[in-house]
């Protein structure tokens, strides 16, 4: 499916819309779920200021397969995908419904990369802890596209370009991850302390921004040029790979603008991108 009227000969499930934005959150601790702090703060605006979508995508970090898979249960179920931390963070639902029908229409976009429906996931807290600021009625259906753990930077950039015709369909993409995300060095005391970090924890945060804002996605897929300090700063790729996903979502007519721009607890970012027409 390569334009916008394959699409809409493809389904009729989606009326075709205003061009929605798209976002990339660092979405932090789980405790976000239940906190009320300067990123939270920024959640609850984002819903309030942009169009109501049909439905929405998230891209999570936590939810690494081999091959690509995307929810396509009517229920998703909550997943409480973390340990050690207070009850009432695991009493949290949100109940968002599914859309197995934007889940069918997500894997023909897609094709030829192959994509398995999913019956078994749900919404893992990389969605629930900002969904349920940005849409606290959990009215908006919800599905995740999960991320092919054995592929290359590259092959997501591809993937996600795909993706793209949906935004004119209503549909609200969102990767959810962090850019600096070192756990071994996360300094619990602060987490909330804002630009509290290693020096090699701001100077990816500086040099990332930079390439965001000048619109430089090929070296921040080419991550071997960004040097020593980007494999402190990103060890794995869980979860700067939802950002990924995010930038592959931009066209020319559409500006960058960052927010909940900090350094957190040493070696977390808090970095969030949206991406909308100008």
């Known amino acids: 499916m390569n334009n916008?009227?394959?699409l809409e000969k493809f389904s009729q499930h989606l009326k075709n819309s205003p061009k929605m934005p798209a976002f990339f959150i660092g979405h932090g601790s789980p405790m976000n779920a239940i906190e009320d702090n300067e990123f939270v703060q920024q959640f609850k605006k984002l819903g309030a200021h942009i169009p109501i979508p049909q439905a929405i995508i998230c891209v999570s970090a936590h939810w690494l397969t081999q091959g690509t898979k995307v929810t396509a249960m009517p229920n998703p179920k909550t997943i409480h995908d973390f340990g050690g931390f207070p009850r009432p963070l695991f009493e949290v639902q949100y109940p968002?419904?599914?859309?197995p029908e934007l889940a069918k229409i997500t894997k023909e976009i897609l094709s030829p990369f192959e994509v398995e429906l999913d019956e078994h996931w749900g919404l893992d807290h990389g969605s629930w802890t900002v969904l349920r600021h940005i849409y606290p009625a959990a009215n908006i259906p919800v599905i995740e596209l999960s991320l092919d753990y054995s592929q290359p930077l590259s092959y997501h950039y591809e993937l996600a370009k795909k993706l793209a015709l949906l935004r004119h369909k209503g549909v609200l993409i969102i990767g959810s991850g962090n850019i600096v995300h070192n756990l071994r060095y996360v300094d619990f005391q602060h987490?909330?302390?804002l630009n509290h970090g290693y020096d090699w924890a701001f100077n990816i945060q500086e040099k990332v921004n930079q390439l965001l804002l000048a619109g430089n996605f090929q070296d921040l897929?080419?991550?071997?040029n960004l040097g020593n300090d980007f494999k402190m700063a990103v060890p794995s790729y869980d979860h700067y790979l939802p950002l990924i996903y995010s930038l592959a979502l931009k066209d020319k007519q559409d500006q960058i603008e960052l927010f909940n721009d900090y350094v957190i607890g040493g070696?977390?970012?808090?970095?969030?991108v949206k991406?909308?027409?100008s």
């Not at 968002?96 to 859309?99: E, N, S, T, V």
């Not at 897929?221 to 071997?224: A, L, M, P, R, S």
Request: charged share 15%; no cysteine; net charge neutral.
């Open 4 to 6: 916008l009227k394959d």
């Open 221 to 224: 897929i080419n991550v071997q």
């Open 275 to 277: 991406i909308s027409a």
């Open 267 to 272: 070696s977390l970012s808090m970095t969030s």
């Open 96 to 99: 968002a419904l599914g859309d």
């Open 191 to 193: 987490i909330n302390k």
